[in-house]
């Protein structure tokens, strides 16, 4: 990140790419161009340096003056998750998890559909991870289904996982409209392959194969696309993908939101990031809790984990509960798994895991309004207790509590309990000031 206890930071931006700022039409794309090619050369500098001392929040402030604002993600992104992969359907989705959290009246805002929604036929011109075409057996009646999603019943938005780094295969159903689209030769039934850096190209990828899916926001797996053998782009390549799910949302009237892995400095303005893959384990926990701190001292406010854990036996009802916990106040609660069980009512903390999801339901004015802090200060929704106490030694050293906003300090338990009464101990630093245990209704 930005911040040093030297306090002083120089950032060099000489290599990134560039917008080339040649659109004509307000509607249009900015798109990228090499930076030698603006600059007048490749040993051209573009350096900033920070001087801040100890003030960091002031930092982060002038940081958004280069990088621009913390962006705010619909507000719906602050609910509640579900997520899961990869053999749900359609009669699953509505029945054991819509219906399952209606029954037990839970809220439920976000439907995130792993691979399973669209093709995965494996031949010698098919491939596993791209997919730009529903599965009819799963998902039999598609215009229904989203109807039902949409309807004042559910009110739910849908995402749905795309890996546009696989590029477009032949068994997509659209697959000659877009060859034809950007003059591909499609006499060997070849892959075409992901050019997000060609304008024509991507625009067409999201005219002809994304738009008429027609999912409320994309989960865009892996690198995005990676355009192999652009040098002057390479190591940027998820950052331009992330971008332009971004900027074409925001073309079509919509406040953005892009479920992705991070693709480096200036991210923040492209929400939320997918953390990845994490062991269903307590040290997995403990470092999103750490990974979240910490990334907000580059600004980068929303990351989205798997509660719960993805690889690995699946998490004991201790676990569980623990990462629910972490979840309520982060900035995103998305459930996750690889096709195991996650409906919190199955487990035997149940009731203790339901009043984890009705208190973040609660505080969800409180996190909106904070997420419009954090788009005017640059101060992410979790913040490290350095920027406040950044003389105290205890600020630096106790990693796994933050501040929640600007009135929730926070320490979730990572430490696995006794075995047979699931006590733990965590030692905490409570900072100076007159606190109030929400848990105890006291005053601290």
Same mark, same amino acid.
């Given at each position: 990140?930005?911040?040093?206890?030297?306090?002083?930071?120089?950032?060099?931006?000489?290599?990134?790419?560039?917008?080339?700022?040649?659109?004509?039409?307000?509607?249009?794309?900015?798109?990228?161009?090499?930076?030698?090619?603006?600059?007048?050369?490749?040993?051209?500098?573009?350096?900033?340096?920070?001087?801040?001392?100890?003030?960091?929040?002031?930092?982060?402030?002038?940081?958004?003056?280069?990088?621009?604002?913390?962006?705010?993600?619909?507000?719906?992104?602050?609910?509640?998750?579900?997520?899961?992969?990869?053999?749900?359907?359609?009669?699953?989705?509505?029945?054991? /998890?819509?219906?399952?959290?209606?029954?037990?009246?839970?809220?439920?805002?976000?439907?995130?559909?792993?691979?399973?929604?669209?093709?995965?036929?494996?031949?010698?011109?098919?491939?596993?991870?791209?997919?730009?075409?529903?599965?009819?057996?799963?998902?039999?009646?598609?215009?229904?289904?989203?109807?039902?999603?949409?309807?004042?019943?559910?009110?739910?938005?849908?995402?749905?996982?795309?890996?546009?780094?696989?590029?477009?295969?032949?068994?997509?159903?659209?697959?000659?409209?877009?060859?034809?689209?950007?003059?591909?030769?499609?006499?060997?039934?070849?892959?075409?392959?992901?050019?997000?850096?060609?304008?024509?190209?991507?625009?067409?990828?999201?005219?002809?194969?994304?738009?008429?899916?027609?999912?409320?926001?994309?989960?865009?797996?892996?690198?995005?696309?990676?355009?192999?053998?652009?040098?002057?782009?390479?190591?940027?390549?998820?950052?331009?993908?992330?971008?332009?799910?971004?900027? /074409?949302?925001?073309?079509?009237?919509?406040?953005?939101?892009?479920?992705?892995?991070?693709?480096?400095?200036?991210?923040?303005?492209?929400?939320?990031?997918?953390?990845?893959?994490?062991?269903?384990?307590?040290?997995?926990?403990?470092?999103?809790?750490?990974?979240?701190?910490?990334?907000?001292?580059?600004?980068?406010?929303?990351?989205?984990?798997?509660?719960?854990?993805?690889?690995?036996?699946?998490?004991?009802?201790?676990?569980?509960?623990?990462?629910?916990?972490?979840?309520?106040?982060?900035? /995103?609660?998305?459930?996750?798994?690889?096709?195991?069980?996650?409906?919190?009512?199955?487990?035997?903390?149940?009731?203790?895991?339901?009043?984890?999801?009705?208190?973040?339901?609660?505080?969800?004015?409180?996190?909106?309004?904070?997420?419009?802090?954090?788009?005017?200060?640059?101060?992410?929704?979790?913040?490290?207790?350095?920027?406040?106490?950044?003389?105290?030694?205890?600020?630096?050293?106790?990693?796994?509590?933050?501040?929640?906003?600007?009135?929730?300090?926070?320490?979730?338990?990572?430490?696995?309990?006794?075995?047979?009464?699931?006590?733990?101990?965590?030692? /905490?630093?409570?900072?100076?000031?007159?606190?109030?245990?929400?848990?105890?209704?006291?005053?601290?």
């Amino acid at each position: 990140g930005l911040l040093s206890t030297d306090g002083w930071y120089v950032f060099d931006d000489s290599k990134t790419p560039l917008f080339d700022n040649s659109t004509d039409n307000e509607k249009d794309i900015p798109w990228a161009v090499p930076a030698s090619s603006v600059r007048g050369g490749s040993s051209s500098q573009d350096l900033y340096f920070f001087g801040y001392g100890w003030s960091f929040k002031q930092l982060l402030y002038d940081y958004t003056l280069v990088a621009g604002p913390i962006a705010i993600p619909p507000v719906s992104a602050f609910g509640s998750w579900w997520s899961r992969c990869c053999t749900d359907t359609r009669d699953i989705l509505v029945n054991d /998890i819509i219906g399952g959290y209606r029954n037990h009246s839970l809220p439920l805002n976000h439907l995130v559909i792993d691979m399973e929604w669209h093709i995965e036929t494996v031949t010698d011109v098919c491939e596993k991870w791209g997919g730009y075409t529903w599965n009819s057996n799963l998902f039999p009646d598609r215009e229904g289904f989203l109807a039902y999603l949409r309807g004042p019943e559910n009110n739910l938005k849908l995402l749905l996982n795309v890996h546009p780094n696989s590029g477009v295969d032949a068994c997509q159903s659209l697959y000659k409209e877009y060859a034809q689209a950007i003059g591909f030769n499609t006499k060997y039934n070849a892959t075409i392959p992901c050019d997000f850096l060609s304008r024509d190209a991507a625009l067409s990828l999201f005219r002809i194969m994304l738009d008429p899916i027609d999912p409320d926001y994309w989960w865009t797996d892996y690198y995005g696309c990676e355009n192999k053998g652009q040098e002057w782009a390479k190591g940027w390549t998820l950052f331009w993908s992330n971008y332009l799910f971004d900027a /074409i949302q925001f073309q079509q009237g919509k406040r953005p939101l892009v479920l992705s892995r991070y693709g480096g400095p200036g991210n923040h303005r492209y929400p939320v990031g997918f953390s990845g893959d994490a062991y269903s384990v307590f040290q997995s926990l403990a470092f999103e809790v750490y990974l979240t701190v910490t990334s907000s001292n580059i600004l980068f406010s929303y990351w989205s984990h798997d509660t719960g854990g993805f690889h690995g036996p699946p998490p004991s009802d201790e676990l569980y509960l623990r990462w629910l916990q972490f979840a309520s106040v982060e900035p /995103i609660f998305r459930i996750h798994s690889n096709n195991e069980e996650r409906r919190i009512w199955m487990f035997p903390s149940y009731e203790d895991m339901k009043k984890t999801l009705l208190f973040r339901n609660m505080i969800g004015p409180y996190i909106y309004t904070q997420a419009r802090r954090a788009y005017d200060t640059g101060l992410s929704l979790v913040t490290p207790l350095y920027y406040d106490f950044p003389w105290a030694p205890q600020a630096y050293t106790y990693t796994h509590q933050y501040m929640f906003g600007e009135d929730m300090f926070t320490a979730p338990v990572v430490t696995q309990g006794d075995n047979e009464t699931r006590s733990t101990q965590q030692s /905490i630093w409570l900072p100076p000031g007159l606190w109030y245990d929400y848990n105890k209704n006291q005053l601290v």
